[in-house]
């Protein structure tokens, strides 16, 4: 006989059912069009059932962009740390972003869910720390990329403005994409631009220059 599942497997699998459905529904209508019935009738649930696993629409949102670009950060992680040598590292990144901007509608949804939800002290903290988590993650390739360049010692403070950086950039260009502002060639172009250039400022800043006048003396 089948083992029965317990009440925490039960709400487990109840949760990830709705978030599937949460997201179909989502990536079809849009953010703003989404309503919580709609969830509700793709998921085969109440309305009840929805409210006792999730706040709201906001909530549900939430889940689903970041089970998503938490499973998208994860594969450029592996893509890059497996990868071996500079070029390869490189070849990984672009295979990942270019993979990230064939799917705008998720740019759209995340957009639109960020900009509708800014001044909702509820979600800023869970926007803040998905934000941290992303902005971690992006620290830890540029430091896989820096070992594979030789750079011996990265700066702290370069460090936090590389990743800063690099996710607004990212975030920007594709949303900008996704609105049809930037073709596809000069968003992956501008990009990696952007990846090389700090990969190559935090190069030439771990070398020893001697003869270098600190910024903050007169």
């Not at 740019?107 to 639109?112: E, G, M, N």
């Not at 010692?153 to 936090?160: I, T």
Request: include cysteine.
């Amino acid at each position: 006989m089948p083992k029965a599942l317990t009440r925490d497997e039960l709400q487990a699998q109840t949760r990830e059912l709705i978030v599937s459905a949460a997201e179909r529904v989502f990536l079809a209508r849009g953010y703003h069009a989404t309503t919580i019935a709609q969830i509700a009738d793709e998921a085969g649930r109440t309305h009840g059932s929805i409210y006792g696993n999730f706040a709201g629409k906001e909530d549900l949102c939430l889940q689903v962009l970041r089970r998503h670009f938490q499973h998208v950060l994860e594969g450029l992680s592996t893509a890059v740390l497996t990868a071996a040598g500079e070029t390869a590292k490189m070849s990984a990144t672009q295979q990942q972003w270019e993979k990230l901007l064939e799917e705008p509608a998720w740019i759209r949804l995340a957009a639109d869910f960020t900009i509708a939800t800014r001044s909702d002290p509820a979600l800023e903290k869970s926007n803040r720390d998905t934000i941290d988590g992303f902005t971690a993650g992006i620290r830890i390739l540029i430091l896989a990329q820096a070992n594979t360049l030789g750079v011996q010692a990265v700066d702290h403070e370069l460090l936090e403005r590389a990743g800063a950086a690099l996710l607004a950039t990212g975030v920007g260009l594709a949303v900008g994409y996704a609105l049809g502002a930037t073709s596809h060639e000069l968003t992956v172009a501008s990009f990696l631009d952007s990846v090389e250039l700090w990969f190559r400022r935090m190069d030439i800043q771990s070398q020893p220059f001697p003869d270098r006048v600190d910024d903050h003396q007169g």
